[in-house]
């Protein structure tokens, strides 16, 4: 280490101070926000931060979310949940949404700490103590004895250190903007998680409904067999047959019913919520069903590869990394620094013996200024290796973008294509279910009028059954395939996929 040394008088204060506040001058403007860390964090576990973003642009920002009562029931057991509505309670109510927005706050909080750096270390040091010291001196011993103490002001101050600085904020601006660009896709996470499990949710409850409908159908069939055994114009088998449907009906309604309370705890776990909650939501079939793609899937591709913030996140931290190399090259230069003391020295009681024995006291103003290059000329090659490590951590980075680029491409590609096959596949079931209906009213008054036989009567019935489940599945997967898509593109499901996506047309009637 190379040091210029030099002790000042008394006005050292008219030499340090004048200095500091010129230096002071050449700080970066970026660093006006190091006492409050979490100005650049999102403003709450809920909020969207582009949302947020736009909310302190025009100086509307709302109240925190969190600052309501923690004692009031998340679930509004009055209102009618609808889409939108249970993914609003789900970014309220699911702890994960904290896990990301706490993260989101600790990036900005090291990105505020590697600020600091440009700033100077102020530090105050004190000490007093009780010394006693003996010099040998022709025909005896000097001996003196009393106390002392040092109080002083000591700063440190880095002038120059060849971009050190600038890189480490670089790489924590960056690694902010990773940060929240992850608060917002797990926003989006939830939402999609939500979005399927309402809609195995509520196609369960339609499933019961056919199922009962099924069930009623059944015991129907068996009394019209019962009564037709009593007046001799049906047989033992056949009443036996019409009893077996109606046992089968009655476990898959069972079965449909078990499958609604496994629904019901998985929606609940997406929420946030204990599963004893009972929410009160809207029928599948009020649910508006795209009628088509209106655009292509290149188109979509590209948007996602755009507005996806995961994707975001990855470019964030190439960047960040990148600025990491960047720091490990500064570190073969030097670094210029300002060190500087100014303080008291005190004597008090100060006794000496001989001559005299007599006692004193004195104080006196200290100060020292230091201007020093730190330059590290061999480390046994850890700046080297180091340098290595960085830059191999970049194209890591590099290749983690490119791997991710390619899920999101062929994520978009498989979901394009089963919401296709799902909007096709909607119209044959509708047609299967209107043919099954008609074909079971025939059947039935063929059967009443003595022109059908049983086996033709069960047979409908189960036709019916069958197209009624897969005219709620068709249902169901089109939502489904289309939240996936939506959920691959990067934007926000809102619950209506005509009006809030651009790759969807009208709605189905």
Known sequence: MLTLLSYLPRDISRVIVPAAMALTACMPPSAVQFDEPYAAAPADHAVDWPDYQAKTTTGTQQPPLSSRSHEESPVDTKLTYDLPALVDLALHTNPETRVSWEEAKAAAARLEMNRSAWYPTLTAMAFGQYFKNSFPIPGGALVSHGYSSLGSL????????????????????????????????????????????????????????????????????????????????????????????????????????????????????????????SLQLIDLSKLPLPAGLVQSVEKIVDQALEQRPDLM???????????????????????????????????????????????????????????????????????????HEAEARKEASKAQLEVLRLEIMRDIWKAYADTKTALEKRE??????????????????????????????????????????????????????????????????????????????????
Not at 211 to 237: D, I, M, N, Y
Not at 352 to 375: H, K
Not at 467 to 486: G, K, P
């Open 313 to 387: 996140a990855r470019l964030a931290e190439l960047r960040a990394r990148e600025a990491e190399v960047k720091k490990a090259r500064a570190e073969f230069w030097p670094k210029f620094s300002l060190g500087g003391s100014l303080g008291n020295q005190a004597w008090r009681n100060v006794h000496t013996n001989p001559p005299g024995n007599e006692s004193y006291s004195a104080s006196n103003l200290v100060g020292t200024a230091m201007l020093s290059v730190e330059w590290t000329l061999f480390d046994g090659f850890e700046r080297s290796n180091a340098v």
């Open 154 to 277: 000591n700063l440190a101050w880095t002038l120059f250190d060849f971009g050190r600085r600038e890189a480490m904020v670089d790489a924590g601006a960056q690694r902010l903007s990773s940060a929240n660009f992850a608060f917002n896709r797990k926003h989006q996470e939830i939402a999609y998680r939500v979005a399927t499990g309402f809609f195995a949710y509520q196609a369960a409850l339609a499933k019961v409904t056919a199922a009962e409908q099924t069930f009623e159908a059944a015991r129907a069939g068996s009394a019209s067999v019962q009564a037709k055994l009593e007046k001799g114009l049906a047989t033992r088998p056949d009443l036996l047959l019409a009893i077996q449907e109606q046992a089968k009906a009655s476990y898959d309604l069972q079965d449909t019913r078990s499958s609604v309370i496994q629904t019901h705890a998985d929606l609940t776990s997406s929420l946030g919520i204990s599963p004893s909650y």
């Open 428 to 509: 044959f079931a509708l047609a299967l279910l209107t043919a099954a209906e008609e074909s079971y009213a025939a059947t039935q008054e063929s059967y009443t009028h003595g022109f059908s036989t049983v086996i033709e009567l069960l047979s409908a019935q189960k036709d019916l059954a069958r197209a009624r489940y897969t005219e709620i599945d068709s249902r169901a997967t089109i939502l489904r395939s289309a939240a996936t898509l939506v959920y691959a593109t990067g934007e926000q499901i809102r619950g209506d996929f005509n009006t809030d996506n651009k790759a969807f047309g009208r709605s189905l009637p």
